[in-house]
């Protein structure tokens, strides 16, 4: 793997971890609470979370014979979708990152 994909990729962790650590911060400037990119971030991994959590759980249901296949297949269907959503924005993160690291100064 190229360096410069893995110091984005661990840039891109290290400004998720402080978007997460920094918790709901006040909004500044008159801006209004949740309108920051950070905060529909954090409110998209949370919402991704749940439906991963939940997959899981109408799994273990099915398992115990307590849900119905088609139940499975709907809840593992949305958290894919969520997922592979996640995962196209990080990419694109990554890509924008690495975009601006080769711009000439």
């Known amino acids: 793997m190229d360096a ?7 840039a891109y962790v290290e400004a998720l971890k402080r978007t997460m650590d920094a918790g709901a911060a006040a909004p500044q400037d008159g801006a209004e609470a949740g309108s920051g990119f950070a905060d ?9 979370t749940a439906a991963v959590k939940g997959a899981e759980t109408v799994s273990i249901q099915a398992a115990a014979k307590q849900a ?3 139940d499975v297949v709907t809840a593992v269907s949305n958290a ?3 997922l ?3 995962v196209a924005v990080r990419d ?3 890509q924008a ?6 711009m000439p100064i």
């Open 80 to 82: 894919e979708m969520a």
């Open 40 to 48: 529909m971030l954090r409110e998209t991994i949370t919402d991704t």
């Open 4 to 10: 410069k994909v893995v110091n984005a990729s661990i």
């Open 84 to 86: 592979e959503s996640v």
């Open 68 to 70: 119905n296949i088609t």
């Open 92 to 94: 694109r993160v990554v």
């Open 97 to 102: 990152y690495q975009d601006i690291l080769r």
